[in-house]
């Protein structure tokens, strides 16, 4: 079974590279997005806006239906440019701290569904469910499932190194710090080159994009069991040798109006606090105005859930003299710890992780169906 396949589909005009692709929605308040969405026509916000906010008085599937909408008024302009020849991208993603290369393809979901990849997070049906519907309203996938090897990593890492040093990039975008590059790689020779390196691992692990790819397997699934017996998906993918990731911590911080008393007895209907003697990186920690609490979640409790509730707690305004900022911090993992959950299909909590390099949204399109 393959990996990797190049593909055909759409990519940001150069002159407009700049202002369609955004970063992960995650990375952006909802404050964020009225401010692009005010100074921006050209975002890929725009093409997202009747999905996120302001249209609850239509059901989900119809908001989906005006994201497509959108989606093809926009490939009808100069925004997009169409490439038709199978084509593989090489993307380097570089920061003032990090620089990644990796390569952007379509994968099939089978790949997945037969365990050739892995996961080391849990899903959330109910997003999954929601991510399928997008899928079979949308039908066009805009933001790469991200995915590591572990083989021939330093042979891609020459290979590419190869490729790019005599060659300018085909669109380099620079967003939010980060210089985003990609070169387009359609020489058959060396498409398949990359390809044959790639589909010789035997596992790839699944680094960000588990809700995406959970609900490319639940559209696939729903897909084959329609009479007409629709083949099994492919999704978009960027494939990037182990060593270049950059894995952090998951760090939240939330101004409770609480003192710090009324903070732990709050957490406690979600976790068991013990107070910490330092800060250490390989614990779930929880600090309260700068003191550190080691913590674990209740059976009934999550992250995400916990993520929800501090949330909520700061848009409550009540009327006390104190106020607590509570920074959460979830423990530092390693790679070799999140490939050894994978393998041993114990995944952890949803978000638990944070992971670079984040390929961007909006930046190149692939038709799903």
């Not at 021939?152 to 939010?176: C, D, L, W, Y």
């Not at 894995?247 to 606090?273: G, W």
């Not at 930046?363 to 169906?369: D, E």
């Amino acid at each position: 079974m393959t990996l990797l396949n190049a593909f055909k589909g759409w990519i940001s005009a150069a002159e407009s590279s700049e202002k369609v692709p955004i970063k992960h929605i995650d990375t952006y308040s909802k404050e964020d997005i009225e401010s692009v969405l005010t100074s921006n026509e050209h975002s890929f916000f725009k093409v997202l806006e009747p999905s996120l906010f302001g249209c609850d008085q239509i059901d989900l599937q119809e908001r989906f239906a005006l994201v497509r909408e959108r989606l093809l008024e926009q490939l009808s302009t100069s925004t997009y440019q169409r490439f038709n020849t199978n084509s593989l991208w090489v993307y380097r993603i570089s920061s003032n701290t990090n620089s990644a290369t990796g390569v952007v393809g379509v994968t099939p979901i089978d790949a997945y569904r037969e365990c050739r990849i892995k996961r080391h997070e849990e899903v959330q049906k109910s997003r999954r469910n929601n991510l399928s519907l997008y899928l079979e309203e949308v039908g066009i996938h805009a933001d790469p499932v991200v995915l590591s090897f572990e083989e021939q990593q330093q042979e891609f890492q020459s290979m590419v190194k190869r490729f790019t040093s005599g060659t300018n990039p085909t669109i380099a975008v620079r967003i939010h710090h980060e210089l985003h590059e990609l070169w387009q790689l359609s020489e058959t020779s060396m498409v398949n080159q990359i390809e044959r390196l790639i589909n010789s691992n035997h596992t790839l692990y699944l680094i960000d994009g588990h809700h995406r790819i959970e609900s490319v397997l639940h559209y696939s699934q729903r897909q084959e069991s329609t009479p007409n017996g629709a083949r099994p998906a492919h999704f978009l993918s960027f494939l990037i040798p182990e060593v270049e990731l950059t894995i952090k911590a998951p760090v939240d911080t939330y101004t409770l109006n609480r003192s710090s008393e009324q903070c732990i007895e709050f957490l406690q209907h979600h976790v068991v606090l013990s107070k910490a003697e330092v800060v250490d990186e390989t614990l779930d920690q929880i600090f309260l105005s700068g003191i550190p609490y080691n913590f674990r979640f209740n059976s009934s409790s999550s992250l995400p859930e916990l993520k929800a509730e501090l949330k909520a707690q700061m848009s409550l305004k009540q009327s006390r003299e104190s106020e607590t900022k509570l920074t959460l911090r979830p423990k530092k993992y390693t790679v070799e710890e999140l490939k050894r959950a994978a393998d041993l299909n114990q995944p952890l909590t949803p978000k638990s992780t944070y992971i670079e390099p984040k390929p961007l949204t909006g930046l190149i399109l692939y038709p799903i169906t």
